[in-house]
């Protein structure tokens, strides 16, 4: 199987709050990470947790960790219809050069 | 803010030729990049870490002589990918991080490029 899980879709109405679940598999992750990709275009950095961290809360984004079943979540609160695109979770398994381990993304869809 | 930009956006070229596409760090200088292919629908899979001024890192299973990988500035590494067939097609996007950052610094990313070969 796959390092780095992720449900590939999830469909939710616009107002209501979406989470994007990943699970991981390398207990030296000293970062994890999520992206965010639109269609046709690269990947932007949404937000990242760093491992000894449970949760990280930026604006919109809630990023919730548990080290010990190293399963890591994106709550979107407020989803918008510009919210629609791709989420990679990611992880470094250690590395501090900048190799990342993607998940193969979740397909949000948000609708009016 | 830092930007990683890719040239060209996409490419279509016919089976056989090498094609050559370009991850430049627009405002900062980058030691370290990195190289990598995403199939429709799929992960983006790391194919290889480019070091300035020596050898690129390749992972397992990635064919360094079909992806000639040259970091020859610190502002620049280019991925060529040499005899390119159809099953070459692909997204290609490249990372780098400003090496002045620091650990957990940001890792940027290029547009990606689309690599169409006939």
């Known amino acids: 199987g796959e390092d780095v899980e992720q449900s590939l879709f999830l469909s939710v109405r616009e107002g209501d709050s979406s989470v994007i679940n990943c699970t991981y598999t390398d207990s030296s992750s000293t970062y994890l990470y999520w992206y965010k990709q639109e269609p046709g275009a690269g990947l932007q950095l949404l937000t990242y947790i760093f491992s000894n961290m449970d949760m990280k809360q930026d604006q919109r984004l809630t990023v919730l960790l548990n080290k010990k079943d190293k399963h890591l979540s994106l709550r979107i609160a407020d989803t918008q219809t510009g919210d629609s695109a791709i989420y990679f979770c990611?992880?470094?398994?250690?590395?501090?050069?900048?190799?990342?381990?993607f998940g193969r993304g979740t397909q949000l869809t948000v609708w009016p | 803010g830092a930007v990683v930009s890719q040239h060209p956006s996409w490419v279509i070229c016919k089976s056989g030729t090498s094609v050559k596409i370009e991850c430049r760090s627009l405002d900062f200088q980058a030691t370290t990049m990195f190289w990598y292919r995403q199939f429709p629908k799929q992960s983006l899979m790391l194919m290889a870490t480019?070091?300035?001024?020596?050898?690129?890192?390749?992972e397992q299973g990635v064919e360094k002589d079909k992806f000639l990988i040259n970091h020859a500035s610190l502002t620049l590494s280019t991925l060529t990918v040499t005899s390119a067939h159809p099953e070459d097609s692909s997204f290609y996007i490249c990372?780098?991080?400003?090496?002045?950052?620091?650990?957990?610094?940001?890792?940027?990313f290029g547009e990606g490029s689309r690599l169409t070969v006939l």
């Open positions: 480019s070091n300035e001024g020596s050898k690129a890192t390749y």
């Open positions: 990611a992880d470094d398994r250690g590395s501090t050069l900048g190799r990342l381990y």
């Open positions: 990372s780098a991080r400003d090496g002045l950052a620091g650990v957990g610094g940001e890792l940027f």
